[in-house]
Each structure stands twice: as structure tokens, then as C-alpha cells.
């Protein structure tokens, strides 16, 4: 069928509940991705169960709730800036690629009341996302291969996605691919604190310089650019309360391990200076 007509709809195994049709009455694509990836169900399936089963035991509750499923840098105040930005961007739906717990888009429809689909490749964290936000619409799928049909997105929120990219090319090829006219990308992350990208295994840190490049390669440009003090943000405080709790219950349960050491790293690069939380409006 055409872009006007309906796409395959593939439901989840997991009990996701998928979009089918966007605000307009015109139905999206939506599949689910098979994926035998340890990787992805160590560091982020099982965590994901553990973190949610603590936030609601803790009751944590609204803006709280959305901090403490989403442990990012420099949160509220970069997403307030670059929605700051999002003023004209097409209407539509709006997509979360990599939205993991979907706390982040949780609290985009709390603040904006914008309709946020939430996208990720590990089905763990969308069941968990599903028990924490059950308002949120979630389908799983890769960054680099949407389940999404052409030019229907009106802004794609990318955090925290391309710090785990080595490649960003596919990634924008792909948003390119779904945008709508005149859409915009709102991307926030941890950035190489000056010009030069680096690695530091299993994270890229792409310095703004580079990134702005690789976007101009898909016929994007930066329209508005905002950084953030690691000190400021008063998420870090939900999320650490749910990291300490983790710590005290799971400490050699299986899955422990890897998350524990990938949380010492960040830590590391953080307090090393060679990062920075900011946020960039792409359009």
C-alpha cells in the first residue's frame, strides 16, 4: 500500500500494545524485531525490571516518577530547552527513539501534552515502560531500522542513543526517512567536552562539531544548541535513590555485573571532565 493506506502491523510478544494510527487517522507501521542479543537483555532488560519494580514500591509519583525511569545529566533543564526550540515544527506525532523506561516521554506529555511514541529495541524496558507509563504508545524497534512508515514523525527525541552509536550516519539516514516535512530532531546526550570525538568502550562521545557535520551529510543543520553544568538537574537525586536501592537488593544476582560495571564508567567519564550534557534542535 501507499503512505496514505495502512502498513503491516506485526503485535508484540510481550504484551506491548503498538500505534496504528497517528493523530491524523493515518495508520504507521509498526513491527516487532526479533533480537537474540545478551547484551541488550543484560544491560538494559533486567535493570529495566529492577528499576521499575523499585520506583513503584517507592511510589514515586509524576515528574518524580519520570526522573527516577530516566536517570539523564543535566534533565529538565536541557529538554526544556530544546522543546523550547520545537515551536514550529510540524504537527504530529512525536517519536522517542531509544525511549527505554519512557520517562522521558512521559514527562514531554505531562509538561507539553504532546503525543509521544515510545521506540526500543529491548522489550524488557517496554514492559517496563507499559507498568510505569500506561498511557505511553510503545513499539520495539532498532534506532537504525524503524518500524515507521516514510514522513509521518514531526520530531524524533534521541536521548542518550547516539553516546552508543559508533556510526551516527544510519541513524540520521533512518529519522531523515520518517520525518515529516519540516520536522525537527531534539537530541540530548553526553558530548565530548571540546572538538574531538573519542571512545571509550562501550560509548561513543561525539563532539558537537563532528555531529553537526555528520548532520549536514542528511540535509539537516543545527537550529539551536543549549549545554548544561553537571552539577544542575534534579533528576540525578530520583535516579541515585533507585541506583543505591538496586545496589543493596541485586548485588550478585545475574544481569548485576554488567549493569553495575556500565553505571562505574559513566561515573568515571563524568568526573573526568571530558563531558558535557547538552541538547541540539536538528531540523
Do not use: K
Request: net charge negative.
Amino acid at each position: 500500500m501507499g503512505p496514505s493506506g495502512p502498513c503491516c502491523s506485526t503485535a508484540c510478544h510481550t504484551s506491548v500494545r503498538v500505534i496504528r494510527r497517528d493523530r491524523s487517522g493515518n495508520y504507521i507501521r509498526v513491527a516487532t524485531p526479533s533480537s537474540d542479543d545478551r547484551t541488550v537483555d543484560m544491560l538494559f532488560d533486567t535493570p529495566a525490571r529492577w528499576r521499575a519494580e523499585i520506583i513503584t514500591e517507592f511510589r514515586l509519583r509524576e515528574a518524580e516518577r519520570c526522573a527516577a525511569a530516566s536517570p539523564t545529566p543535566g534533565f529538565p533543564q536541557l529538554l526544556e530547552s530544546v522543546i523550547s526550540a520545537l515551536d514550529d515544527a510540524s504537527d504530529g506525532p512525536w517519536l522517542d527513539v531509544g525511549g527505554g523506561l519512557g520517562g522521558t516521554a512521559s514527562w514531554i506529555e505531562r509538561t507539553y501534552h504532546e503525543h509521544v511514541i515510545v521506540a526500543d529495541a529491548a522489550r524488557g524496558s517496554l514492559r517496563a515502560a507499559r507498568r510505569l507509563f500506561p498511557s505511553l504508545d510503545l513499539t520495539a524497534a532498532r534506532a537504525a531500522s524503524l518500524p515507521i512508515r516514510d514522513a509521518c514523525v514531526a520530531v524524533a527525541i534521541v536521548s542518550g542513543v547516539l553516546s552508543l552509536l559508533d556510526d551516527a550516519d544510519a541513524l540520521l539516514a533512518e529519522l531523515r526517512r520518517v520525518l515529516c516535512s519540516g520536522g525537527r530532531i531534539a537530541m540530548t546526550d553526553l558530548w565530548s567536552a571540546d572538538a574531538i570525538t573519542f571512545s571509550d568502550h562501550p560509548n561513543t562521545f561525539w563532539s558537537l562539531e563532528d555531529i553537526a557535520e555528520v548532520a549536514q551529510r542528511w540535509g539537516f543543520e543545527v537550529l539551536h544548541l543549549a549545554a548544561a553544568d553537571l552539577s544542575t538537574g534534579w533528576w540525578s537525586s530520583s535516579a541515585a535513590q533507585v541506583n543505591d536501592e538496586i545496589i543493596e537488593r541485586h548485588v550478585g544476582e545475574p544481569g548485576f555485573d554488567v549493569w553495575r560495571e556500565d553505571l562505574d564508567h559513566l561515573d568515571a567519564i563524568i568526573s573526568s571532565g571530558r563531558v558535557i550534557p547538552a541538547g541540539l534542535v536538528l531540523g
